[in-house]
């Protein structure tokens, strides 16, 4: 599906009054801190010429949780390439603090589905990868990384290498070294959905922890309505990957999913 608009989600406080829960709710009286301006991204090949991003116009404010929820397809992976500076917009701008995002930053991390660890360092060396990159002391090094290992459960397994962790473990140690870095904003890329669903639970929990604790801005985006739901309702909001659609302005949660299922049965999520 062409991605084409992402309209302003629901307010937080909207989703959370309609589950009973306590959220916070996201402040918007300070400048955003990214803000996406008409972005488009064509891909032009010899075989076909793809839309996967038109008119992409929203911001994202310093500290919030922000899900992104859109089909297989809908152009999800290519606005991250494009907000980390790893992918260039074919038109309209990205702007990180008022300034165009014109490469790759550590400022904004991406963490993937794939875990892309290196397999020739144990999970200690590749949590600190991204320091030595930095040039950050060794001092400034051992304890961030010891930081970012508890914050992810994984002290115990430091001396482990690679092919010695399941997929939840391999998808911790990247998120360490993404925070290891002090990212003022972390990407993330379905990261949980090659995962078993006990284990996605666990680190969907996990990682609302984290953002609790760090206040770490964080975009995140999903086909699975239900992962966004579970990670939004607490704190954040959900935006939507439809062409052409705007949000219903519905008071009820359940009211605005079958909305968006109707409209992207795949979105539906794996059943629990
Ligand atoms: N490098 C590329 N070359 C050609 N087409 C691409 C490229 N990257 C993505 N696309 C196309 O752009 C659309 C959106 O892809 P993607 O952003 O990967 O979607 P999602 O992450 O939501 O599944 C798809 O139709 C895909 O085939
Ligand atoms: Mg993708």
């Not at 949590?127 to 930081?147: C, H, M, N, T, Y």
């Not at 993404?178 to 078993?196: H, N, Q, T």
């Not at 990682?207 to 999903?222: D, G, H, K, P, S």
């Amino acid at each position: 599906m062409t991605v084409t608009t992402i309209t302003e989600a629901r307010p937080a406080s909207a989703v959370t009054s309609a589950t009973g829960r306590t959220g916070e709710s996201t402040a918007r009286t300070s400048k955003p801190l990214l803000s996406l301006r008409s972005v488009a991204r064509r891909f032009l090949t010899s075989r076909q010429n793809t839309t996967a991003l038109e008119g992409l116009t929203f911001d994202v404010h310093a500290g919030e949780f922000l899900c992104i929820v859109g089909p297989s397809g809908g152009g999800k992976s290519t606005l991250l390439n494009v907000i980390a500076g790893l992918d260039a917009p074919d038109g309209g701008q990205v702007l990180f603090e008022d300034k165009p995002v014109t490469k790759a930053s550590p400022e904004r991390v991406v963490v993937f589905q794939e875990p892309a660890l290196f397999p020739w360092l144990n999970v200690r060396a590749n949590v600190e990868f991204g320091l030595l990159l930095k040039g950050s002391p060794a001092e400034e090094r051992r304890a961030a990384v010891d930081r970012c290992l508890d914050m992810v459960n994984l002290r115990h397994f430091e001396r482990a290498y690679v092919h010695e962790l399941s997929g939840g473990m391999k998808q911790r140690v990247q998120l360490a070294r993404a925070l290891a870095v002090e990212p003022r904003m972390l990407l993330m890329d379905e990261p949980f959905a090659a995962l078993d669903a006990q284990t996605r639970d666990i680190l969907q929990h996990e990682l609302q922890e984290i953002w609790a604790r760090t206040r770490t801005t964080i975009l995140f985006v999903t086909h699975n309505v239900r992962e966004a739901v579970i990670l939004a309702d607490r704190w954040g909001e959900i935006v939507h990957l439809f062409e052409g659609d705007e949000l219903p302005s519905v008071p009820d949660l359940l009211d605005w999913l079958s909305w968006l299922h109707a409209r992207c049965p795949e979105c539906e999520g794996e059943s629990r």
